[in-house]
């Protein structure tokens, strides 16, 4: 897959033609994981753990609820499309905690399905936490930069 045309289309929402309420509210950078418990891997999980991508959020909409829309490399090396949901409360004057719902779609190996985690914000860095994907202990964490885009 191509992921060009997409970040040109994700970019293009965030022109100021695009009217006010379309605009989303941040950019988010995704840039590492770690990924930890026992996956079942029989020959040792090698995962990539640098995880660059561009995902865009519009905060506290529908339901008072953040949607993020974006793309990423995921821990296989291959393109995964994001789509979440979250539930963010304010913890402290610049720092936040949430519920995410996401679905992720990879296009290789890597996991496509619904992931929910636990997040904390905190000024421009977020902390993701995914557990038990299929039935076992483990799961990824995740870090990366929120950069508000003045809406």
Avoid: C
């Avoid at 022109?15 to 026992?38: I, R, T």
């Avoid at 891997?41 to 640098?50: A, L, W």
Wanted: proline share 5%; net charge negative; hydrophobic share 40%.
């Amino acid at each position: 897959m191509q992921i060009k045309p997409l970040l040109a289309a994700l970019f293009l929402m965030t022109s100021p033609a695009v009217a006010g309420d379309l605009a989303p509210d941040y950019a988010v950078l995704p840039l590492a994981s770690h990924h930890y418990g026992d996956w079942g891997e029989e020959d040792g999980d090698d995962f990539n753990e640098f995880n660059p991508g561009l995902m865009f959020t519009w905060a506290e909409r529908a339901y008072g609820l953040n949607y993020t829309f974006g793309a990423y490399r995921d821990s296989r090396s291959d393109t995964s499309l994001h789509l979440s949901a979250a539930k963010m409360w304010d913890i402290g004057p610049q720092a936040q905690a949430g519920i995410v719902g996401a679905y992720i779609h990879s296009f290789g190996d890597g996991y496509t399905g619904f992931a929910p985690s636990l997040q904390v914000s905190y000024k421009s860095v977020f902390l993701n936490a995914a557990t038990g994907y299929d039935d076992g202990i483990y799961g990824v964490i995740s870090t990366g930069i929120i950069i508000p885009l003045g809406r």
